[in-house]
């Protein structure tokens, strides 16, 4: 039996039937505790079973009964059994309160108590219908018989609430169960249809929308706009600073991005640092203010792993239906509107017009070029002096590359080195630049020049290969150069993380005997307290500081202090860009080691620049 206690509830208007009830199912029951108690003092083995328990509750009418049913029931202390006299004059009688207590509670088992004959079982069915909660108790009734029917009917209570509350619970697991499958369901909706980094539409979802927008255009012969955003010099951070900072930097861009929309625009992510904005209104002015505003918010630094990070983005349009009627054709055409706003520096806005495709093709045929300059030796170097300001003598030669197009002629490096990084050729290129330079350094000082630096430019490519250290190794092996007349520069952006690898490829570069710079500083980046942590031998301040001299007093104090800064750290202080003399002349004040440009020698070929620098110094 369970050890539960169960309520029954005594319903008859006689106080003695009552006291019966108690003397049976109470009294008994603690005879029944006492015998177990003897037997497990005086050491006899086979204890009785235990009684059930139960507590009596007693209503002399059917009203009070009933109102004792909701009560428990309120309180969450329900029934188990009720025994209901027949009559109970002068209230409502047995079958009447049934009626009313199974209303109000319909799980509670039932015994009718008659002496008279009043009701057959068959009056009982008519009356309540077929149903296992009730039976019949004719009074005068057995003790034996009361205990049996109280045991059974309680058990039958006791396992059909069981029954019960599994049926909630496993309602319960079902509903459970059915709301984590269609958060699942709907959380794979999303991650379908959205970019699982930034949380924005994907190209699939771009392309829904996209599509439902070129049709109610068509049907309201309105325009709307494509707007493809990417962000400049992305690549540079991810590949210098680590993924997970990019997906940051991602992440934050995102949020400025939505910060500037209406709630009729859409923004998607259409792959790596490229987004897609579709503009749901044409108006001119409406798109003037959303770009303005968007570039600013873009302008804004960014906090990086300790570092500020500048970061902006060139952004390029197409109309609909202006500029193509299908999304392949506007998407394509804002791609070549933003890839001329990158070109022409970034940080801007272009609208696509027709002549872009031509310049497209031009680009393409120029990388089909690059690819095979190599091979048919297209490639030449120039060379400019770097000169001490003290000594007014050549301290160094920085090597130029130049590409001697066939049919172009003479292309400048910012036109196609972009190219060849994305197009995988920069490694090539940059062994071979390394390699010509110092064959070139060592031919002048084996004609008897002055033994000065060349100075060579790594990419941030070279300087994550693996096979480094090796190359540069093999190269002065070479060329027969000494490791001393070699000095490579590094852009600050190559240095922006204090990683191991980079730290340690440094220092192995050092040991060699080959001078490290840091060129184009104040560009992005810029963070003086990773100096110190670099074996670097100069600091090179970029051009655009040299043309604000005497044009900027903000330019010419930050010349100042980073010539100071660099000092403080045993750094040299190169200038480049050097091309007028009032330029020179504050350089020279603010104590800078060293200058370069147009003012001395612009880079020339190797052929005369031996010549060209003799008949300006004296070597």
Known sequence: MSDSIYRVLIVDDNPAIHEDFKKILVTESQDNDFESLKSSLFGETELPEKAQQYEIVSAYQGAEAIKLVAKALAENTPFALAFVDIRMPPGIDGVETIKAIWQTDPYIQTVICSAYSDYSWSDMSKNFGRTDRLLILKKPFDNIEVQQFAEALTHKFHLA???????????MLVSKRTMQLEASVKQLEFNATHDLLTKLPNRSLLQ???????????????????????????????????HSAGDTLLKEFSKRFQSCLSAHDTLARFGGDEFILLLNEANDEHVAAMLTKLLNTLREPLMLQDQTINISASVGGSVFPKDGDDADTLFRNADMAMYRAKKMGGNQFKFYDSAMNANILEQ???????????????????????????????????????WMHPKL???????????AEEIGLILPMGHWVLKTACIQNKKWQDAGCKAVPVMVSLSGLQLHHDQLINLITEVLSETQLEAQYLQLALTETMLITHSYEIS????????????????????????????????????????????????????????KAIVAMAHALNLRVLAEGV???????????????????????????????GETFKKIFSL
């Not at 002629?409 to 190219?419: A, D, E, K, S």
């Open 161 to 171: 609430e069981e029954v019960r509350n599994q049926i909630i619970n496993l309602q």
């Open 208 to 242: 829904d929308r996209i599509e439902q927008m070129i049709s109610k255009a068509r049907e309201t012969q309105k325009s709307f706009i494509v707007l493809f955003i990417d962000l400049n010099r992305f690549k540079k951070i991810n590949d210098s600073m680590g």
């Open 364 to 402: 393409l045929q120029l990388e089909t070029n690059l690819r095979s300059a190599l091979e048919n030796n297209e490639f030449i170097l120039h060379y400019q002096p770097i000169i001490d300001i003290k000594t007014q003598q050549i301290v160094g030669i920085e090597a130029l590359i130049r």
């Open 409 to 419: 002629g003479l292309v400048p490096p910012q036109t196609f080195i972009t190219i």
């Open 504 to 559: 340690s490829k440094l220092q192995d570069i050092k040991a060699l005997g080959v001078g490290l710079i840091i060129d184009d500083f104040g560009t992005g980046y810029s963070n003086l307290n990773y100096l110190g942590t670099f074996p670097l031998d100069k600091l090179k301040i970029d051009k655009s500081f040299i043309d604000s001299i005497n044009k900027s007093h903000g330019g010419s104090s930050i010349i």
């Open 579 to 609: 091309e007028h003399h009032d330029q020179y002349e504050f350089l020279k004040a603010c104590e800078c080691d060293e200058v370069q440009g147009y003012l001395f020698s612009e880079p020339v070929p190797a052929e005369v620049a």
